[in-house]
């Protein structure tokens, strides 16, 4: 059996070489008039929800085909997560939503899955009929617009991944159209944001994004060595890069719940006219993948006759056939991926076959044109 060294390339961007801008301008949910920069997009549900009083003894309402993070962050705000259906389309129906409430439902998030939004009729229907505070979960969905709608105009307030989109393992946004937000937050440390910095180095040179080696970059290897006691041997470094199967990076770190996303989230933010060119890439990317994977015997793209609603996170891919099985071999060959396959059994029908069965590859904007076509032949030669 083929078993890979390490990924073929990584789930998130990675850091590069800087990037001329055009100018262009890209809408984003930095966009709206209140936002503040946190520390990971799972912290900023529990802010959100913890900003509009929703906390201990609460229930939040949310989709049972979800990413681990947002059980996470509602548990970090001291709710409960309860859960609702979704569609083949992963639309989610009011009524559906309704119907999973009880006495003690305060909240509910509604999330934009993978390219696709769900429908602002959706966001008014429970605004206006019921008196829960409604999140929209943006993490799939930084960038876009909608009738001149900025993404998360729909919900209370918003939340966003800085970590998903910009090459950074840390940073997210909470944000309102609506309201001001009174989140209130402490500064990181100086020290971990070098570790950070010093980190997002090292998987750059890893993937090949720093191949002349630099005093500075030296200098932030250096840093991480200090930082961690002692350096990972090459072979563990790659490993550790690779996608897990387990669910540690579900948890709410509380000690660092209220931090700011600090100077290095900032550094991936700071140039605007960087995005419309970050955003075009994805859809690119999107776009090669879909033709690319179209016609597999095992598995099919997942909506393959909707076009992307914004830039997207992830492609989805349906496989058809012994999914364990097939997703297990697409890991030995290196291919980047995760699924959601911790989503709760026995609640949703579409949420117990989406569960195991839907991949997401990645589709970022700094995929180079070989770890697309490898990706692509590792696929095709297990899926046919």
């Known amino acids: 059996m083929h078993r890979s060294t390490r990924p073929l390339a990584t789930m998130d961007p990675v850091v590069g070489l800087p990037r001329r801008t055009n100018g262009a301008q890209q809408p984003s949910i930095l966009d709206l008039p ?3 920069i946190v520390s990971r997009g799972r912290a900023a549900i529990a802010l959100a929800l913890a900003d509009a009083g ?3 003894g ?7 085909y979800n ?10 705000a001291g709710a409960q997560a309860q859960f609702f259906p979704v569609t083949e389309s992963l639309e989610i129906e009011p009524r559906d939503v309704l119907r999973a409430a009880d006495e003690r439902t305060r909240a509910v998030l509604i999330p934009h899955f993978f390219a696709w939004r769900q429908s602002k009729a959706l966001f008014d229907s429970l605004a206006n009929d019921t008196s829960w505070f409604v999140l929209e979960d943006c993490a799939h969905a930084f960038f876009g617009a909608h009738d001149g709608d900025v993404v ?4 209370h307030a918003a939340i966003a991944s800085v970590a998903k989109f910009f090459p950074s393992r840390w940073g997210g946004v909470v944000a309102s159209a609506r309201r001001p937000l009174s989140v209130r937050l402490t500064p990181s440390s100086s020290m971990y944001q070098l570790k950070l910095a010093a980190n997002a180095a090292e998987e750059a040179a890893q993937f090949g994004r720093l191949a002349f080696a ?8 250096g840093a991480v060595s200090t930082l961690r006691g002692k350096r990972a041997a090459p072979a563990q470094a790659a490993e550790a890069a690779a996608p897990a199967e387990d669910t540690s990076y579900a948890d709410v770190d509380l000690g660092r719940l209220h931090e700011q996303g600090g100077w290095w989230v900032m550094q991936q933010l700071a140039d605007r006219g960087s995005f419309a060119p970050r955003a075009a890439r994805r859809l690119e990317m999107f776009r090669q993948l879909h033709e690319a994977l179209s016609d597999l015997r095992l598995a099919r793209p997942l909506l393959a006759d909707r076009p992307p609603d914004f830039p997207p996170y992830v492609y989805p891919l349906l496989l058809q056939e012994q999914p364990d099985q097939h997703f297990q071999a697409l890991r030995e060959r290196g291919v980047p991926m995760f699924r959601w396959e911790h989503s709760p059994a026995g609640r949703c029908a579409v949420t117990d076959h989406y569960r195991t069965s ?3 590859l990645p589709c970022h904007d700094a995929l180079t044109a070989a770890e697309l076509a490898s990706i692509v032949a590792a696929v095709r030669e297990q899926l046919g």
């Open 54 to 56: 929703v906390g201990a």
């Open 152 to 155: 998360g105009s729909w919900g």
């Open 358 to 360: 839907v991949i997401q």
């Open 34 to 36: 209140h936002a503040s």
């Open 214 to 221: 630099s005093a500075g970059v030296r200098a932030l290897l």
């Open 67 to 76: 990413c681990p993070a947002m059980i996470a962050g509602v548990r970090a």
């Open 58 to 64: 609460d229930t939040v309402l949310m989709p049972a």
